[in-house]
């Protein structure tokens, strides 16, 4: 009865198969909102012409306000990247499934003209040699493993890509209050150069949060980025990471 309920209200618009499984685009009756998801779980969420539903995206965007020439790691529907090339970014949009690309410029408005690659993130990142001033990472999927996949020699490779005053900007899975791996990732990302903030939603179990590693010494004096907390009627919060890059050479091996 509920699968009838809920395909009634639903409309399918496409089904696909990715590297990571398959994929179903779905639109909304009530809203027109379009749904992308991955094996059952909903990736993205946004109008037609790629404007997120989800408060994580428009914080990633706010963070990334002050760069201009931005790398973004990872796509999905590609709803961060449409919400930055309106904005007039220049982008590089890298993603290991091919049909992520094909699904956002059908689905969700991603612009035709940017340069969209496909390879996994972090062979892309050891083999480039291009600098940017932001980078943008929002990868993951059914069975993503952050602090795997985000060792310290990934995110030193990743740092290694920021221009002077660069900043990055990314979006991990935290299970519960006490999950380590976001502070872990942050001070990887941001080693002994960047200052680290965690933007994140205090008692939601399975929630997003965004690390920012940024130049500025505050975060939490930008008008904007308050405003998109207070009015989203969640419970996002800002806090500074609890680790430095030299508290990870200490300690327990498997930090």
């Known amino acids: ?22 994929i179903e685009v779905v639109e909304c009756s009530r809203d027109g909102t379009r749904i992308y998801f991955e094996e059952g779980v909903r990736q993205s969420q946004a109008t037609p012409d790629g404007e997120s539903v989800f408060t994580y995206v428009k914080l990633m ?3 990334l306000r002050r760069a201009t020439n931005i790398l973004v790691l990872g796509c999905g529907g590609g709803n961060l990247a449409t919400r930055l090339a309106g ?4 982008l590089t949009i890298v993603d290991n499934n091919p049909v992520s690309f094909v699904i956002a410029h059908k ?6 003209d940017l340069p969209s690659i496909v390879s996994d993130f972090r062979k892309f990142i050891f083999d480039d040699d291009a600098l940017y001033d932001g980078i943008a990472i929002d990868v993951g999927g059914p069975g993503f493993r952050f602090n795997e996949m985000f060792d310290a020699e990934t995110c030193d490779a990743i740092r290694a890509r920021l221009a002077p005053g660069g900043r990055i900007v990314m979006n991990v899975l935290v299970a519960n209050d006490i999950d380590p791996i976001p502070d872990r990732i942050a001070a990887r990302l941001a080693g002994e150069s960047l200052g680290i903030w965690i933007v994140d939603e205090q008692g939601i179990q399975d929630r997003n ?16 980025l308050e405003d998109l907390m207070e009015n989203s009627l969640e419970r996002w919060s800002i806090r500074r990471g609890r680790l430095r890059c030299h508290d990870l050479t200490v300690g327990p091996r498997n930090w």
């Not at 949060?209 to 904007?224: D, F, H, N, T, Y």
């Open 209 to 224: 949060a965004i690390i920012a590693c940024v130049p500025e010494k505050q975060l939490g004096a930008r008008p904007a």
């Open 1 to 22: 009865m509920l699968f009838d309920v809920w395909w009634s209200i639903v409309r399918l618009l496409g089904r696909y198969q990715g590297r990571n499984g398959e």
């Open 87 to 90: 904005l007039g970014k220049s």
């Open 107 to 112: 689905f969700f408005g991603l612009p035709d």
């Open 61 to 63: 965007d706010e963070l």
